[in-house]
């Protein structure tokens, strides 16, 4: 276990998650302080940040610069003054959220986001929280025989199901992607066991939003295998549940971890702030 001398970092589960203490993020942090924080999220795939103020978004910002560059997603891209920042707000009527099926962000590009940083501006008295599924137990538990007929399998990842006309999101939400006329889907293939750049250990990467179909093969031949591995690597065994708060922040690892907004504060609004920092190619 990683020993920490400016944090304090308290386990969320024997899986996955970890609540990072005696630091705020909206503060000027010194090398050794960012260099803890980049550990635990290393080591717990998932950080997360109570009681913080990042209500100014170049604070917000600035933290998220200190792990690399902010990351522009293409389809919450609406023209407003900061593109770098998306706005995820769930208003009582809505009858769909953002994020609500298992899913790693934004897999369609060409390099994904390494990862991002969601901060609670206001979150729900009850409902409203977060599901975090760590895979590279998602890999590792699998059988030597299955991991050997995925090993050079590779997967086509495009968004038609989160934004354009046809997945007509905007309908049902309050937080908007493109529709316009002008949008065109991004699609790109990686493969579905992926090397962490940092760590080195092999992890799951597919997942049910974005993946539609083996790379050679049909989306019919691929659905059986397909349908196996996404409900394998969300087993409850490799996952934490995080309840947000005012405030609240969370730091996940888009690389090796899958996550889920559940969508059961039905009269409750929940707003929510989010950076993405830049990524690398899947390999």
């Known amino acids: 276990m990683t020993t920490y001398e400016h944090i304090t970092v308290t386990p969320l589960s024997s899986a996955i998650g970890a609540t990072i203490g005696n630091v705020s993020i909206s503060s000027e942090l010194d090398d050794g302080i960012i260099a803890e924080i980049r ?5 717990h795939l998932v950080i997360f940040f109570r009681d913080q103020d990042l209500t100014d978004i170049e604070h917000h910002k600035a933290f998220t610069k200190r792990f690399g560059d902010l990351f522009v997603h293409p389809n919450f891209d ?10 995820l707000t769930r208003l009582p009527g809505d009858k769909s959220a953002a994020g609500e099926e298992w899913h790693a962000d934004t897999t369609m590009m060409a390099s994904p986001p390494m990862g991002a940083i969601l901060y609670a501006i206001e979150a729900p ?107 394998h690597a969300v087993r409850p065994e490799f996952t934490c549940r995080f309840r947000w708060q005012s405030g609240s922040v969370a730091f996940w690892d888009n690389r090796c971890v899958q ?25």
């Open 39 to 43: 550990q635990a999220l290393l080591d």
């Open 259 to 283: 996550h889920l907004a559940l969508h059961d504060n039905h009269n409750m609004t929940r707003r929510m702030q989010r950076t993405q920092i830049q990524g690398d190619v899947v390999r």
């Open 125 to 231: 008295e009850v409902g409203g929280d977060t599901l975090f599924a760590n895979q590279y137990l998602a890999y590792e538990t699998l059988s030597d025989g299955m991991k050997r007929m995925i090993m050079g399998l590779r997967a086509v990842h495009n968004d038609t199901r989160v934004a354009g006309p046809a997945a007509a999101k905007n309908k049902k939400r309050t937080s908007k992607v493109r529709e316009d006329k002008n949008w065109q889907a991004t699609e790109n293939i990686h493969p579905v066991v992926r090397t962490h750049p940092e760590t080195g250990r092999k992890c799951l990467f597919l997942n049910g939003v974005y993946v539609h179909n083996f790379e050679g093969m049909t989306v019919k031949e691929s659905e059986p295998l397909l349908y196996y591995l996404y409900d």
């Open 78 to 87: 609406l023209g407003q003054n900061n593109p770098e920042m998306v706005y």
